[in-house]
């Protein structure tokens, strides 16, 4: 069997570089081991976990309708029903994937591709039947095999109870008492899920903060919120040892822990994850790959192969949807022959959605100081907004990076209510490479939360009326 072009890797990296080639009038196959278009972000990721932490906002929603003099039962959890709910919503999201495919003449082949050499992939079988075809030659391929959980070998025992985010998603049972190991988003993201459903959650984290490498401004509030939701947070501290206990698991602890050993009814593993590129056949291909696993590409996703390029987890951080997608269509573009087309964003925006949420874009405090590049910040918090007191969401701040001889936005973040949909404003400041002053004079909608990126902008320049605050940018 022959394809101009095969796509490894149905993901959102994946379908978008197949799509946008096909559109761009190349004949694409695009093969992926799934029997289902979408890839972890879709079957086990992004999506069902939005889902849940949709739930896990409802039921919050109203517990916290008591402050407002309205008090609703305790909810009544029916876990099949939810598990089914969240199904649907994979199942309605793959089923368009496969349509689109077929409206675009793309050709899905359910296997596992595995290279023989620069042009040729060994298409194994992944599912009850065989593959069309055994071998697949190609001109071109685009790499886009993802990530998956880092597995810590001490951790690694068989049962059940100790699971990885995909199990949890499955949401097998609401665990008494949960132990989360890591303090990263998937921990923090389904660690809300649980604790709302019910579980006593605890969370391991090794380094001295939560998510670490997020500003520390922006994970404040979080934290505090958690003290309050979780059973415990520990920081400095390692998970050094797992025991099957049956009915729970015996925990063994170093550093600033709990103590030396503690049981669990369940534990959640969320210590990162790593690109997929072992067991692919590289070594019989030129693609480089460095010491973490990551595939070498360059700014138009071309590998050290001229036959292939790579998008997404696989080569690179950050490893989010949507930066992949991204890359996908620049992928398909310099294929298609567009010279110019270069992946060079000024802001990709990254979101942990907790509650409060944050969310961020461009350059943070923390990297202008490691560059060592003079930057102003200023911020606003949101218990002067009007919309913040009437949700009782006041907790939140909205921050800005400046440059301060061009006055240009650079970075934002958020901590609050909905900052995965406020930032979307931010990175459309950055990328057009808008002044402190174009976000201050853009009217912002009253009352709503995205006036505090506006107001953010009147403290720099110290024409901030809703708080009293004349121009106090702080150096960074
Ligand atoms: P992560 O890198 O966000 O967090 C892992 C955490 O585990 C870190 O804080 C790390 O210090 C800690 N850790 C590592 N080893 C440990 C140990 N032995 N004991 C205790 N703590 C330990 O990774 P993740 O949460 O697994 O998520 C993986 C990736 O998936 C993310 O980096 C992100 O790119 C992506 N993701 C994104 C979203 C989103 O966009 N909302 C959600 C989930 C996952």
């Given at each position: ?26 004949q ?105 075809a ?5 001109q ?37 008492s ?97 690109p ?65 087309a ?49 949700v ?11 440059d ?35 976000v ?37």
């Amino acid at each position: 069997m022959e394809t101009q072009l095969v796509v490894l890797g149905g993901g959102p990296g994946g379908y978008a570089a197949a799509f946008m080639a096909a559109d761009l009038g190349l004949q694409v196959t695009l093969v992926d081991a799934e029997p289902r278009l979408g890839g972890a972000c879709l079957l086990r990721g992004c999506i069902p976990s939005k889902a849940l932490l949709h739930v896990a906002k409802v039921i919050a929603d109203a517990r916290h309708a008591a402050d407002w003099g309205v008090a609703f039962a305790a909810p009544k959890i029916d876990l099949d029903a939810m598990r089914a709910r969240k199904e649907k919503v994979i199942a309605a999201l793959s089923g368009g994937l496969a349509q689109l495919a077929k409206r675009r003449s793309v050709q899905v082949i359910r296997a596992r591709g595995v290279f023989e050499d620069s042009q040729t992939l060994r298409l194994e079988q992944a599912g009850d039947k065989p593959p069309a075809a055994d071998r697949l030659r190609f001109q071109h391929c685009i790499l886009a095999t993802g990530s998956s959980p880092t597995r810590l070998p001490a951790l690694a025992i068989p049962t059940a109870r100790a699971m990885d985010s995909t199990a949890a998603l499955d949401l097998p049972e609401v665990p008494e008492s949960l132990l989360v190991i890591g303090g990263g988003y998937i921990g923090l993201e389904m660690g809300t899920v649980y604790a709302v459903l019910g579980s006593r959650v605890s969370v391991v984290e090794m380094t001295d903060g939560l998510l670490p490498g997020v500003d520390r401004d922006l994970v404040k509030p979080l934290h505090k919120r958690l003290e309050k939701d979780f059973a415990a947070i520990w920081l400095n501290a390692k998970v050094v040892a797992m025991a099957d206990k049956k009915d729970s698991i015996e925990v063994t602890f170093e550093g600033q822990g709990p103590g030396t050993t503690e049981r669990f009814s369940r534990v959640l593993v969320a210590v990162g994850r790593r690109p997929n590129s072992a067991g692919l056949g590289l070594e019989h291909t030129k693609v480089q790959v460095d010491s973490r696993g990551f595939v070498m590409v360059d700014p138009q996703r071309r590998t050290a192969d001229p036959h292939i390029l790579a998008i997404g987890d696989v080569a690179s951080e950050p490893m989010l949807a949507h930066k992949a997608a991204h890359e996908g269509k620049i992928a398909a573009e310099v294929l298609a022959g567009h010279e110019a087309a270069v992946f060079s964003p000024r802001a990709i925006p990254a979101v942990v959605f907790t509650d409060p949420e944050i969310a961020w874009a461009g350059l943070t405090e923390a990297e202008a100081k490691k560059e060592g590049r003079a930057v102003e910040v200023a911020q606003f918090p949101w218990a002067a907004s009007g919309r913040a007191q009437s949700v009782g969401r006041t907790e939140g701040l909205t921050k800005w990076v400046i440059d301060p001889e061009s006055r240009c936005v650079l970075g934002c973040g958020i901590v609050g209510a909905g900052a995965g949909e406020l930032i979307a404003e931010a990175v459309l400041a950055i990328e057009m490479g808008a002044t402190v002053e174009d976000v201050a004079q853009s009217i912002h909608p009253h009352p709503t939360l995205s006036e505090t990126l506006g107001f953010s902008a009147e403290v720099y320049l110290g024409t901030a009326t809703d708080i009293y605050r004349p121009r106090t940018a702080r150096k960074a």
